[in-house]
């Protein structure tokens, strides 16, 4: 069973920045893709990055151009960075992960995962 620990999350102002990471128990980590995602109070949880074994990335457009996704395999560890942040970026902040293969797709989709973390809040103020 991997488990996934996010952290990093906190409150900013608007504009600020925070840097998020997701260190994974996982011994095959180098091999597994890499998820973000967020849920805001009353809404669905929603995709915002992912990081491919390779080291693609691919974001979803409300973040891209504001937020990098990068991964050290050696530390088992994901990270996002959050530049220029909105308050409309508010939410608990979830990183997931799943085995794959080197030529998969990018995986955006909550059931393509299997493990979870316990979320980190980001809140930014106005």
């Known amino acids: 069973q991997v488990q996934l620990l996010e952290s990093g999350g906190g409150v900013v102002q608007a504009g600020g920045s925070l840097r998020l990471s997701c260190a994974s128990s996982g011994r095959t980590f180098s091999r597994d893709a890499v998820g973000w995602f967020r849920q805001a109070p009353g809404k669905e949880r929603e995709f915002v990055a992912t990081?491919?074994?390779?080291?693609?990335?691919y974001y979803a457009d409300s973040v891209k151009g504001r937020f990098t996704s990068n991964r050290d395999n050696a530390k088992r560890t994901a990270i996002l960075q959050l530049n220029s942040l909105k308050p409309e970026d508010t939410a608990v902040y979830y990183c997931a992960s799943r085995d794959t293969i080197l030529t998969a797709p990018y995986y955006t989709r909550v059931n393509e995962y299997h493990y979870w973390g316990q979320g980190t809040q980001v809140t930014v103020s106005s």
């Open positions: 990081i491919t074994r390779p080291g693609n990335t």
